[in-house]
Every structure is written in C-alpha cells, then in structure tokens.
C-alpha cells in the first residue's frame, strides 16, 4: 500500500541553523509533492510544489529537493527562526489531483 | 486567511446523532477536499470534488457522505456518530487542471461526540 513516511520524532534545532526534514514515501509515482505547516489547531498552509520532473526549488529561506529515484524529498529553511516552529507535512498528489494524501508531519523547534 | 470558510467553529454533540458540516471554497477553486485529522493520526483523505461530481474517495466511513452543490460550497454529513468520530474535519480547495498550486485550507471545524 501508499506510505508517506516523515520523522515522528520532533526536531529541535538552534535559531540561525538550517533545518532539514525529510519525506520518503513507497508505492506511489507522485506527479507532484507539496510541503505544508501546520500550527497546532489551525488548518495546513500551503508552502511550495515541486513536480517530479524538478530536481529543486526555492522560496525565499526555503528549498526543497525531489529525488524520484530515491523516492525522497528534502525540505530545507534556512537561518532559522523560533517562528518557524510547527508541525511541517509533506503531500503527494497523482496527475490530475485527484486524490491528495498526507505525510504524519514532522515537528520542528526552533530554540533562540 | 486561506480564502476557504467552513462553518461552524465548534461542534459538539452525542453519539447516534447527525451533523452537517459546511465549506465554502475559495473564490475560482473548483475542486474541494475534504479530511479528517485525530490527535493520535494525521490527514486522513475522506473525499474530493470536483465541479459538482465526487472524484476521488479515501478511508471515507459508510456512515459518512458528502456532496458538492451547483455554487461549488460543499457539505459532509457524519450520521450515527461514535465516540471515536470526534476530531478536526478539514475542508480544503484547489485547482487541479490548472496550472498546479496547493491546497488551501479553511479552519477546521472540531466535532466533539461526548
């Protein structure tokens, strides 16, 4: 079956570093992959797509990475800040969006 | 704000009974997406839209139905409710077809089964 794994434990991490989360998933030949945050009772914001034929992408602090082969993605924010802390989900959907399936979500710390 | 408004806020009701749940998408979006998120399990997908037809269907219980309307607001319907029903139902909106985006989220509405 589908499996989208991400990192149950929770990452801290010292402001001004780099956070890296990792999305690896089985079973699945995604069109494209999201990355979203989560804060805790809120809904999901949408952060950035990549398409499977894209090897990376950037906005502004952030990158995120797609490896098929591999069936990972790696989603980077760079110089860190305690506002970037919360829950960060990564989601595949299949061409045509027609069913868009989430990851467990990793929580992120940001300390000062 | 997302753009996407469900109502109501906050539910809470008793096991056997019935709700109705609502989302309005965001203005354009002809897709909506609804899932269910419990404290111990992340997004579970429970359906999708598009422009009025179901076209996808996840972990969706039988006790449970959906349905898009002409002005593109849809509505999930929880019947017999049980305990174990209580959680943040999420609607969601996009556009697939259309150059591709995310998903935008409204706010939840949190369904209490005491």
């Known amino acids: 079956s589908q499996k989208i794994e991400q990192n149950s434990e929770a990452l801290n991490i010292q402001e001004g570093k780099t956070a890296t989360l990792t999305c690896n998933y089985t079973n699945y030949s995604p069109a494209y992959l999201q990355w979203y945050r989560q804060d805790p009772g809120r809904g999901p914001v949408f952060l950035l797509l990549i398409r499977e034929n894209e090897k990376e992408k950037r906005k502004e602090r952030l990158k995120v990475t797609f490896d098929t082969t591999l069936k990972q993605s790696l989603f980077h924010i760079t110089a860190s800040q305690p506002a970037d802390s919360a829950t960060y989900l990564c989601a595949l959907a299949s061409g045509g969006y027609q069913k868009v399936t989430f990851g467990t979500g990793t929580k992120l710390q940001v300390i000062p | 704000d997302s753009g996407v408004t469900q109502t109501p806020k906050h539910l809470i009701t008793a096991t056997g009974q019935r709700v109705t749940l609502r989302c309005s998408p965001r203005?354009?979006?002809?897709?909506v997406y609804w899932y269910q998120q419990s404290l111990d399990q992340g997004l579970q997908f429970l359906i999708q839209y598009y422009n009025g037809e179901e076209r996808a269907k996840g972990n969706i219980l039988e006790r449970f139905s959906a349905q898009q309307f002409p002005d593109l607001h849809s509505e999930l319907n929880l019947s017999s409710l049980e305990l174990g029903d209580s959680a943040l139902y999420f609607c969601?909106?996009?556009?697939?077809?259309?150059?591709?985006?995310?998903?935008?989220f409204g706010a939840g509405t949190r369904l209490s089964v005491l």
């Open positions: 969601a909106s996009g556009s697939p077809g259309q150059a591709p985006g995310g998903l935008y």
């Open positions: 203005s354009g979006d002809l897709s």
